[in-house]
Each structure stands twice: as C-alpha cells, then as structure tokens.
C-alpha cells in the first residue's frame, strides 16, 4: 500500500501541478427545459478595510438574494472558511487523523497561536432591515430568517463582519512560503449555493467550492504601497486617504471574488489581440532565473488562452490575471494563484492547468465537491493536450502518464467510484488518482468510444449549452448521445458510478479464427489489429451492442458483441501470425497483458 500512495502521490503532483466592459451576455440554444431549469442569484457590495499590520479586517457587506427556486426557503446558509484555520477545526482534525495527511497541512493548524489563526466572526446581520438569528458552527453560519424567503422574491441582507487572516497554511493566507503577503481566497461571508438538490451548504474540511452566481461590488481599502491583483475590473484609479487607497472592482456574472496583495509586486500586462488583458503579478525580489521565466510565461500564457478558446468555448471576460502566491496552484474567478519560485516547465504547466480550470470549474462550475472528477479530470485532460500543443511534442498519447495514474488506482484495491463525495475518500491520494486521473481518463476514453471528432464536437456543445449553468455528471453524457445518436449510458454508470474494470483478452488464434474473452465487467467496443501470415495487416471494429451505433472508422466493422457473452469469435480471409486489442492504447484496459497473441 505504502509503494503505491507514493508512486500515485507523485503522479498527481506532476499532473496538478483592468479592463472596464463586462463579458457580452449571449443567448444559446440549451438542452436545459427553460420550464424546469432554474439557479438562484446573488449580488454582493462590499466595504472591506484592511490593516496590513495585524492582519485583521473588517467588512460591510450588503446581499441581494433572489430566490428563483420553486420553494419557500426558511433558512440560508453562509460559508466562513477562514474559520477551518483554528486548532480543532474539522480541517485541523481530519489533516491529522486521514490515513495519508497532506504533506501541506499535516499538523500544523493545531500548533497556530491565537495571532495566527483565522477567522470570521459576523457582527450583526438584517434581513430587509431587521436582525435575524444566526449560529456559527465552524465553516457555516446558520441563519434563521425572520420572513421566509418566497419563490420569485428579492431579500437584502445587511452583514457586519471581522476576519483575520490565517498564516500561510492552505490556499489562502498571509506571507505564504515565497514571502508574498496576502494570498485572499474565500476570505469573506459567502452564501451556500441552493439547487434542485437542496442545501449544499458543506463544511470546508479540505477540498474545493461552490458558489452563486451573481455580481460583485468590491472596495478594498489597504496600504497604499501594496499592489492589488484579482477578480474583476477596477473602476478608476484607487483613491488614497491617511496612509491608504481604496481599490473599486466589479466583477459581473462570477460566483466568486478572489485577490492578491504585496508591496513588492510587479504588474505586467499583455493584451491580447481580440482577447483579454492578461495581468501578472510576481515579486521582484526572485532570483533572475524565475524573473526570466515569468517574462517568458506572459507570450505562452496567450497561446494557451487561444487554445482553450478554440477547443472549449470562448473566454467570455476582458481579464485575467496570473497571480504568485498560495501555496501552489489553484484557480479562481478570472484569475490564479500560483507559487512561482519554478523551473519555466513547471511554472508553464501549473499556469496552463489552472487556466484551463477557468472553462471547467469557473465557467461551467459543476459541483466540486461533488462532482471533482468534471472539473480536476476535465481540466487535466484539455491542459494536457494544451501542452502537447504548445510544445509541438506530436505525442500521439499524450495522456499515457495519466493512464498509468489511473491502472495504478484501479489495482490497487483502494479504489472508490467517482460518486464519492470528495471528502469522504480514505486516502488523500486515491482522491487525487480519482479526480484527476480517471476525471481525465473518462474524458479521453469517451474519445475511444465515440471518435475524437465527435469528442471535441462534445466538448464545445457542453460548454455551449451548459456554462454559467452548474451541469451535472449525465450532461456531458446527454450531450454525447444528442451529438452521436449513441445510447452511452452504460458508460457512464460502469465508469463514474461503480469501480467496475475493462479486461479484454485475446483468448486464442487458430488459423483464421481468432477468439476474444471479456474479463472485466465493464463493456467496451473493441478496436482490434490483426497480422496475417504473409505480413499484410487488417483493423477490425466491433460494436458494443448496447452502444447501438458504431463510431467513426476505417476499420472493417464486424457483428457486435452482447456484453453478457463472455466470449467473442469470427473468422478472417487469411492465416493470422498475431492480434492485437486496442493499439491506439486508449481504452483503459487494466491488464495489457493479455491483449496481445502471436503465433511463433
């Protein structure tokens, strides 16, 4: 067990690794019924002063809520994450008692001092201009509403709050390893998000988010030496008042609001030829050789974008900004925050995942800590093939590494099926190998089954159809069938919902006839090479009759094979020398042992 966490652990740390016009708000075609689809919206204005001394700040924050759900809400809910980064806090309890805690957390919440800790703590808070009850209980703050909220209805919440800002532990923080002062990621009050699901008002224990759409009204008023980077557009030059400046953002139609602050920042912008501003923000005190590679990364930065924009869908905003601090890499609304004391193909790669993270967990904002294989697997697979792009590496499988991430899961004996909540794996790694291998694996195998063109067709209908819309794990599924005419349900239930395997075998060849064993449970169509006698070769297709289509090819197509049959047998027009299951190597066979004969 302990061989394989760390050969998994290593593998998903080599994957993981201002403008003023609002995006144009364009109207598409959905799958979605408009009678029965609906989301709820919010709209934040905040007042947030900032003492830079003590690492404490205060905020006024006003919320517009509407309720365009079909139901009578008696409650809401409030995320205060800051709140995890105190000595027995959940986050603190399970990094010490999970069997393979995070080398990044480990124990070091229970050792912060009262001065380091963070915190929110709400003040006061109204509902239509009168004080309503709440409770907080670690990361959620449980309120009681004086008047329940009904469908179609508008309420405003009025909230005082204080904060501080933890040390360095997890994503967000203050004077992170590299010295940046203020990494601020979930740092304020943020409303759970309400579905046709219910609450998802989670406790932040260790993995991502999820968040209301809605539009934000930002002033930040901080010393007037540090430079401010984030989420958002700012509204003319910062006002400067006894010592400070007050920094205006608006960020429309984002589901959350995230910054970086330092006095030694640099600011660099590229503009992008009929695209975004891109904004970077990194320390001048670097050593030359990672000022270099931040120069370097702002042209390449660009190129990425581009590819994103052309193989998902359009990025709809005028900025984004490329952001030194955290504690590694991590996405966030129009922006990244990344540690950049990196070697330039490290910096590149961790850029190009956490862009790409932009398209699948901010545009179209699936569930996270539901659903983390749509955005960590998704994003893995399009910045793996961004990368092979960019780098003009014409690897024909470029995603062999995160294959082999996946087979060490599947034998392990330590798998759980993708419906796992993320919170709830025993090992941090097996959700690692889970969210980013196998997310990335579904994504790429789809390909196998369908065909890459119609994939990519896939890809962008998806992001199409569902961004801004918070899909769920059968809308990617749904959209394949309606581009391919395919039933591909049981992909999806065998992958995503079970820890079900695919083991094919060639079981014998005699002469002409050639003899096929299904071992694992999971079905799969079957792309087959045949080698004659005489040297020629011959593909073979074969359908899997429950797919009830057959993808695009040139290879031969044969009769299809039930999946209850465990065996498979036909003939071919010449004496076969050797066959060979799946040569392209993506389907995700877990023993490719016994995918290959040859007669001697």
Known sequence: MRHFLISLFSLVLFIACGASNPPKEVVKESPISKDSYWQ???????????DVNNYQYVGKQKLVYTNNSPDVLKRVYYHLYFNAFQPGSEMDVRSRTIKDPSPKIGDRISKLQPNEIGYIKVNSLKQNGTAISYETVGTVLEVKLSQPIQPGEKVTFDMDFDAQVPVQIRRSGRNNAEGVALSMSQWYPKLAEYDDEGWHADPYIAREFHGVWGNFDVKLTIDKDYVVGGTGYLQGEPTKKSGKKTHHFKAPNVHDFTWAADPD???DTFQMPNGPMLNFYYKKDLKKEYLDNWKKLQAETAQLMDFFSDNVGKYPYDQYSVIQGGDGGMEYAMCTLITGKRKYGSLLGVTAHELAHTWFQFLLASNETKHEWMDEGFTTYISTLAMNSLKDDKNPNPLARTYKGYFGLANSGYEQPLTTHSDRYAFNQVYGAAAYNKG??????????????NLNKTIKSYFDNFSFKHPK???IIRTAERITDFELDW???DFAQTTNTIDYAVKSIDNKTIILERIGLMPMPIDLSVTYVDGSTEDFYIPLQMMRGEKPTSATIISDWAWAMPTYSFKTNKDVKSVEIDASQMMADVNRENNTIAIE
């Not at 709820?40 to 900032?50: A, G, K, P, W």
């Not at 990335?440 to 063109?453: E, H, P």
């Open 40 to 50: 709820q919206h919010v709209d934040y204005s905040m007042e947030i002063d900032m």
């Open 491 to 493: 992909y999806f239930i």
């Open 265 to 267: 920042f640099i600011h």
């Open 473 to 475: 794990p059968f809308d």
């Open 440 to 453: 990335a694996v579904f994504l790429a195998q789809l390909g196998y089954v369908i065909g890459n063109d």
